[in-house]
């Protein structure tokens, strides 16, 4: 079964040339779905099949200095737009405002990719991590239509640190987000790269990752797309 894979190129590249030989290098028929998520400056000059941002705001228009609509990304035919990275809510994004970007994306038809995920070190899984996710997803889903989002289980100790979850305590973790809120797609993200990814998407609950480094390297990313 196709999984879905979504690359978070995070602040990268640096010029608009690269990300545009970046994301030309990234096959389009890969085995699995796939969308790029490049900064926000280049989402109208990318062309893949599917393009994600990285955030919004959960404001229309007005007087919001920096910020991007759910409208305005609707208007570039952006079709998933990441929110809740724990890389936003280390600069405050609460899951108060991730609720409000989620709401603010579906009205615009456009599918929230809501990170949760928490801990500083790998034995914070073994914690009850069930409880602490719980607390976010209350918030992050509360009103929100929960069959058009897709929730992507990233411990904040995995991301960026070339460490990655087991595959077994994920499986567990998608179980439980699938079946506690009725979300039809749970990925997976930290530290996933060509070597380990086989294992996650072989998981039946995993429904695909979310990559960061590695989707940076097209000949990792392609070989991650096409398992
Ligand atoms: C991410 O940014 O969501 C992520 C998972 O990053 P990395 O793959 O680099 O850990």
């Known amino acids: 079964m196709k999984k879905l894979i979504i690359a978070n190129w995070k602040l990268n590249p640096s010029t608009l040339k690269d990300a545009q030989a970046l994301a030309a290098s990234i096959s389009v028929k890969a085995k699995n779905k796939v969308v790029l998520c490049p900064p926000t400056i280049y989402l109208s000059n990318i062309q893949y099949p599917n393009i994600g941002a990285q955030d ?37 994004d609460t899951d108060e405002m991730v609720n409000a970007k989620a709401k603010a ?9 809501i990170c949760i995920g928490f801990g500083t070190t790998v034995e914070h899984d073994d914690l009850e991590v069930t409880d602490i996710l719980k607390s976010q997803l209350d918030v992050d889903l509360a009103g929100v239509d929960k069959s058009k989002v897709i929730v992507a289980y990233e411990p904040v100790w995995a991301i960026g640190t070339g460490k990655n979850a087991t595959s077994e305590h994920v499986e567990k973790i998608s179980i439980f987000i699938k079946t506690k809120y009725g979300v039809p797609i749970v990925l997976y993200g930290g530290s996933a790269n060509a070597a380990n990814a ?9 429904g695909g990752l979310l990559v960061g480094g590695a989707s940076l390297n097209a000949t990792d990313f ?4 096409n398992l």
């Open 56 to 92: 919004c705001f959960w404001q229309e228009k007005g007087a919001f200095t920096g910020q991007v609509s759910a409208l305005q990304l609707k208007d570039l035919k952006i079709k998933y737009c990441i929110i809740g990275h724990s890389e936003r809510r280390a600069v405050g």
């Open 105 to 113: 994306l579906l009205a615009q038809n456009i599918i929230p990719v």
């Open 198 to 206: 086989k294992e996650f998407l072989e998981q039946q609950n995993v």
């Open 222 to 225: 392609n070989k991650i797309i």
